[in-house]
């Protein structure tokens, strides 16, 4: 039995200013949220990891090279596991596209045709990437912990996948800079054993 263990970025810039960045370059993780990937790789060091992949993305990768060097182990860059591309709404404020399109997040969870339109990435091409890494994951480390360091929105499709949740939970989930969502694999069926864990430090932080 091994586990897949989904780690979203610590925090960023773009969280602290409300800002959809998408794939952006030049987004780099606050002083907190490199704090917060310390507190993690500490974390993570009893968790008896053997492989860490990362999204290409600065945050995500910064994050993932924090893990490694505690545990002593190398980053495999992996496209599957980048942020979603946002098309046209790249670099605008969230209230800015709230105010002119309504709420792109529910129609992204709905797979609105408005999305693909925007040139935005559909939650489904997401769901399909990332089970894509996943399935590549479990057949090169079998029965082993592995570390998939990425973004809040690949981590909710894979959730979706092992639970039935609908695009207005899927809009309140939030999950937490640096947090672990674990998954456990056994015979190829996954299921859910952890969901935003934090190192005992972020307890009171809401």
């Known amino acids: 039995m091994g586990q897949i263990i989904f780690l979203r970025h610590g925090q960023a810039k773009n969280n602290t200013e409300r800002i959809l960045v998408g794939r952006a370059e030049g987004i780099p993780l606050t002083e907190i949220g490199i704090k917060q990937a310390k507190h993690t790789a500490e974390l993570l060091e009893h968790m008896n990891i053997s492989a860490i992949y990362s ?70 091409e997401v769901k399909k990437r990332v089970l894509g890494i996943v399935d590549h994951v479990i057949e090169k480390h079998p029965d082993e912990n592995v570390v998939l360091v990425t973004h809040m929105d690949p981590i909710k499709a894979m959730l979706s996948t092992i639970i039935d949740l609908s695009p207005t939970n899927l809009f309140e989930l939030i999950i937490a800079n640096a947090s672990l969502n674990i998954f456990r694999e056994k015979e190829r069926k996954l299921s859910l054993s952890g969901l935003n864990v934090m190192h005992p430090s972020r307890f009171d932080q809401g």
Request: proline share 3%; no cysteine.
């Open 55 to 124: 999204s290409p993305i600065q945050r995500a990768k910064h994050t993932a090279e924090i893990v490694a060097e505690h545990n002593s182990l190398n980053v495999t860059i992996d496209e599957r596991l980048i942020e979603l591309d946002m098309g046209k709404f790249t670099g605008i404020p969230y209230d800015e596209i709230f105010t002119s399109h309504g709420n792109v997040f529910m129609k992204f969870y709905n797979s609105e045709l408005e999305i693909a339109h925007n040139g935005v990435e559909t939650f489904t």
